[in-house]
């Protein structure tokens, strides 16, 4: 258990669903984050969240959709998407904000296929 | 742009040592993070460098060179648990998360 917590753990969704990914982080963080990992790639940065404000959306397309209600739970909504966005998405947490040097303490990720 | 180059792949035998090495180009530099990720689990924070030189956490170690853009992952008394995805992260530019390598898979031997 990493105090990240990210449901589901496997989504298969159409390219037509509509669909969200939910985590939820219980370790008092102020920065959450939204991280792609897909086979010999890097992790690829998506979104930042700054004590609930959004500080980063790294030319993400609008078929993916962030929402932080609060500093603990971090959502990704998923509409349209393509088969290349099959991936394994990671929510990250970290302390002090996305500036400070403190470690990212991630989640287990959702495993995401697009049919 | 920011970039991070490391390799893809280490093989190694228990109770061995093992140098995982990251290159990066960035804008500027605020600091050089490794991560490990085992298979099916999340990544995990292990080591940080702001400074020159090397830091030292039980069996692993990290080393950096800020003049020569490059770091390293030293891993000594290697064991089978090892087995793992390694990753170099670095800050780039002030106020920006964290950019990661494509992660060097470590596979130990007995």
């Known amino acids: 258990e990493t105090g990240v917590t990210q449901t589901p753990r496997h989504l298969v969704m159409g390219m037509t669903n509509k669909k969200s990914l939910k985590c939820e982080q219980h370790l008092g963080h102020n920065a959450m984050y939204w991280y792609k990992q897909s086979a010999k790639k890097p992790l690829e940065l998506m979104f930042v969240y700054n004590f609930k404000e959004q500080t980063e959306n790294n030319s993400v397309p609008s078929r993916f959709s962030p929402e932080c209600p609060n500093s603990s739970h971090l959502f990704l909504h998923l509409h349209t998407l393509q088969p290349e966005d099959s991936a394994l998405y990671l929510c990250a947490s970290s302390s002090r904000g996305a500036a400070a040097n403190s470690p990212l303490h991630f989640g287990n990720g959702t495993r995401l296929t697009v049919t | 742009g920011q970039s991070l180059e490391q390799p893809s792949e280490v093989t190694a035998v228990e109770g061995a040592i093992v140098q995982i090495n990251c290159t990066y180009q960035?804008?500027?530099?605020?600091?050089l993070s490794w991560y490990q990720q085992h298979d099916g689990g999340a990544p995990t924070f292990l080591s940080y460098n702001a400074l020159d030189g090397l830091e030292e956490t039980g069996r692993f170690s990290s080393f950096l060179s800020r003049s020569d853009s490059y770091g390293y992952l030293l891993l000594q008394e290697l064991q089978m648990k090892d087995s793992a995805s390694y990753f170099c992260a670095v800050r780039g530019q002030a106020g920006t998360a964290l950019i990661f390598g494509k992660g060097t898979t470590l596979s130990v031997s007995s």
């Open positions: 960035t804008s500027g530099f605020y600091g």
